[in-house]
């Protein structure tokens, strides 16, 4: 294994036990138990695993029904939509292209996800949302159509909403307003600037910050970390993206928290274990856990 497959080492453990928001332990090496054991050893003891496809939710479910301190979130990922009505050979499934099944497929699909978020070990409906980084003009109807329905799925079961939202903010913003947002909606993986996220706050929505917040070329999320009101915000990895530096490039993980922790206390200007405090005061009211 080379240096930049190998996992980072273990960070000083957090004094103040916290969760990762965000996580796809489906796609990480090891077992979940592995993960789970490496996580609460420098204070990550809760993770909330999200889905991305039907598969994938069904696995975040059972996992979350396995394991007290994994919660689960089910969703049709906005990149899944135009594969399942388009047959796009570009979408997010890593089932690969098939033939594009139209409109009815994406019913079905949308309604297994119903189904899944009537669990109560499901607290959350995402990660759902726009992307226009991958997908073109002639998917957006479709992604547009599945972010609605799964806004009305969160509200009808009382459960977060997760969104995903990559070079989009605008749009994401329209639907959440046209629609009406839950009463409890977490943007993860937070990419916009500071003026948005003084939009977000303004509407009480949850900012939930990655490993990317550290990157040298992130100023305008940092910026956006220092607005944002302290109840509001969230931590999570991505994993196995987004990689806190210095360990960007490597695989991620849950235990990886306090590194993405400890960046953005000192960009608050605050401690960390006060940071950690409220995060984990946040997370719980943001996932009504």
């Known amino acids: 294994m080379s ?6 080492p273990l960070p000083e453990p957090l004094l103040v036990e916290v969760a990762d928001s965000h996580t796809h332990l489906d796609m990480q090496s090891g077992t979940v138990e592995e993960a ?23 696995w975040a479910a059972e996992t979350a029904a396995a394991h007290s301190n994994v919660h689960a979130a089910v969703a049709l ?24 099944g139209g409109d009815a497929a994406l ?8 189904r ?68 409890r909606t977490v943007f993860h993986c937070y990419s916009g600037d500071a003026a948005m996220a003084e939009i977000c706050a303004a509407k009480g929505y949850y900012m939930s910050f990655a490993g990317n917040v ?17 109840e509001l915000v969230l931590v999570e990895t991505d994993a196995p993206y987004l990689t806190p530096a210095p360990y960007r490039g490597r695989p991620n993980a849950p235990y990886l928290i306090p590194v993405t922790l400890r960046a953005m206390a000192a960009v608050r200007g605050i401690g960390e274990n006060d940071l950690a405090e409220a995060i984990a005061v946040n997370t719980a009211r943001a996932f009504d856990y």
């Open 3 to 8: 240096a930049k497959d190998a996992p980072p």
């Open 116 to 183: 899944l978020a009537a669990l109560p070990h499901v607290l959350g409906v995402g990660e759902t949302g726009l992307d226009f980084f991958r997908t073109g003009p002639e998917g957006i109807a479709a992604q547009e159509r599945s972010f609605r329905a799964h806004i009305e799925i969160a509200k009808r079961h009382g459960k977060a909403l997760v969104i995903h939202d990559r070079e989009a903010h605008a749009d994401v913003l329209r639907v959440l307003d046209e629609e009406g947002a839950p009463e």
């Open 36 to 58: 789970l054991v490496k996580a609460a050893a420098v204070g990550v003891t809760t993770v909330v695993q999200v889905g991305c496809d039907v598969k994938g939710s069904r």
């Open 77 to 100: 990922h906005p990149n899944e939509a135009p594969r399942i009505v388009l047959g796009d050979p570009d979408g997010w499934s890593r089932q690969g292209a098939r033939e594009g």
């Open 107 to 114: 019913d079905d699909a949308l309604a297994e996800i119903d």
């Open 214 to 230: 550290t990157f040298k070329n992130a100023q305008p999320l940092r910026d956006a970390l220092a607005v944002a009101p302290l």
